[in-house]
């Protein structure tokens, strides 16, 4: 690649991570704000190629996202510079190119992610660049509030009490312009991958901000009352993907939904986004080792597992959400409770084993929000009452009470009349759904036992 002939222009570089959005990106704007020129860029970095980029997705959403981003960027008259390969040698290799002297990139919270970041800082150093950090994963950076002894919160209240209370910085307009160096090379983004579900969402800021105000428009008011828990409703704003690849801004949304009716208890759930950010980037081990102790011995089940992988518990609440993670990639947050627990709790199979399967197939699939919601129902995590047990019939008679939920995903319930929720044996036999493969009563027994022990 030649060197970029724009005469004096300092140039810096602008990384996109998981901040794939021209509204209110620091990153985008701090590059901006100190440069005459900027390379706006993506690496597909080789090290995520056999996890999160490999679920195929989050893969095609995040290459429908970076099309999104290509797009809003060539309307301001730059383009995404897409490169592949180790992430820190392709970075520094691209500045090099263009003669960037700055590197602006968002911070992030897993193990992976800051390992990445700090591999960056000390080969920009030797190399005689400076990295610049943004924060822009959470509406209140990780690690700026602390518990009492310094470290990371590990119970929700009283970390929800501080971030209220905390000032948020101002939202960012986008650029009206980004003005780019000439002669560097856009490279070219992969095409969208095959094997995705059916009903996946696709990416993009645009396609964000437009599911977020029809929502808006439609469910907000009602989100604290029942439209939180309604399953069949399916009233909640589905806008996890968008915000886990950045598509939005975790800081616009919170800032501009707060102050409206129903805004209140929205804004209260980005904040358990936020909690189980800081304290992954606080402890990171915790992706896979448990936060507390108390956990029971763990059963190999594999013909239970693929049972629950494959929604075929003979629970029809439980299979309703995990054929609605086949077919949608992307589970109501009433149902994954349910199946978690389900899965931890009645099949007392390891939360790691069910955290993988979801990492496979959800579009919003994240390390922070993901692991430590499971370890949150397996009980070893951050709930303040581990002993909990969520009975899927109860939960289906109470937030499925008509059964819609279960006739839209069981396709051997669909013209079942009456309660769905517990078939009778005729019913099973003649619709080929299957009988319960445990009896929760007699599995939660076991499940108290092993945790006395
Ligand atoms: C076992 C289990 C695994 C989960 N895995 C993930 C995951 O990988 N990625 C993910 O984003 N969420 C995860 N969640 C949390 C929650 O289920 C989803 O965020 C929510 O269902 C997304 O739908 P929504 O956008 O319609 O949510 P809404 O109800 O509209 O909420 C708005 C936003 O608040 C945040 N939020 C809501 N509830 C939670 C929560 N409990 N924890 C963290 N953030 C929350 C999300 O960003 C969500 O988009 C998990 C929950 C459980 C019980």
Redesign the pocket.
Known sequence: MSRPSLPDAEVALAVFTRDLRVRDNPVLTGALDGAGAVVPCFVFDDAMGATAHAAPNRAGFLVESLAALDRALRDRGAALVVRRGDWVVEVLRLAHACGARTVHVARDVSGYAQRRLGRLRAEAARAGVAVRTHESLTVVPPGELRAGGGGPYLVFTPYFRRWSARPWRPVLPAPRRVPMPPGVAPGRLPPVPGGRAPGAVPGGEDEGLARLRAWNRAHLAD?GGSG?DDLAGDR?????PY??LGCLS?LEVATRLRDRPGGAP?VR??C??DF?AQLLAARPEVARDDVRAGAPRWRDDDAAFAAWCAGRTGYPLVDAGMRQLLAEG????RA??VV?SFLTKDLMIDWRR??AH??AH?L???VA??QL??Q??AGTGTDTNPHRVYNPTVQARRFDPGGAYVRRYVDELAGVAGDVHDPPPAVRAATGYPDPIVDHHEAIERWRAARRR
């Open positions: 989100y939180h909640t704003s589905r806008v996890s915000l886990h975790p929205f759930q980005l358990w986004r189980y992307w589970m109501h947050n994954r409770m978690a069910g955290a979801f990492m959800l919003d699939g994240d929000s993901n919601n499971w949150w129902v």
